[in-house]
């Protein structure tokens, strides 16, 4: 889709919809009484701080999309963002479904490194979608340290 084709509607329609159904997830996949078990690493934030920050990262997340696809098109930058937003999906159901800490902790190495991939090109592509992807990569990151330490404390 060119520029002069951007439909605003379609293109936050689309983004919104995305991300909406990987947001599902935490409902379909909760934490439960399994995760409250476990011995939680130094800095495990309270409950209630999940679903505050991934509902803001989740809007910054659509909304630094849709300035993407308004300013390029679709194209390997939406890709990647795809990609990125798949592999967030999939980490829910392996570490609060299957309690697969393990593979859970390789999802999200994997999800940094592309997250990190897609900043990039979005900052590239348009300079507020790059600064609206930081703090994900930034609670990714965090996250990512959260996941190693119930691997390793558990």
Do not use: K
Not at 24 to 31: D, H, I, Q, R, T
Not at 44 to 66: E, G, K, Q, R
Not at 88 to 97: E, K, M, S
């Amino acid at each position: 889709m060119s520029r002069t084709q951007f439909n605003p509607l379609l293109a936050a329609a689309a983004c919104g919809i995305a991300v909406a159904l990987v947001s599902v997830n935490g409902a379909l996949f909760p934490p439960g009484a399994w995760y409250q078990q476990l011995t939680q690493p130094t800095g495990t934030p309270p409950n209630i701080a999940f679903p505050v920050v991934w509902t803001l990262l989740y809007i910054a997340m659509a909304v630094a999309a849709w300035r993407v696809w308004r300013a390029r098109g679709v194209g390997r930058e939406l890709g990647l963002w795809v990609a990125q937003l798949v592999l967030n999906a999939v980490w829910t159901p392996i570490a609060f479904g299957a309690h697969a800490l393990g593979w859970s902790l390789l999802v999200i190495a994997t999800l940094w490194i592309v997250l990190a991939a897609t900043l990039t090109l979005f900052w590239r592509a348009d300079r507020v979608a790059g600064l609206l992807l930081a703090p994900y990569l930034l609670w990714v990151s965090y996250a990512t340290y959260l996941n190693a330490g119930l691997l390793w404390l558990n």
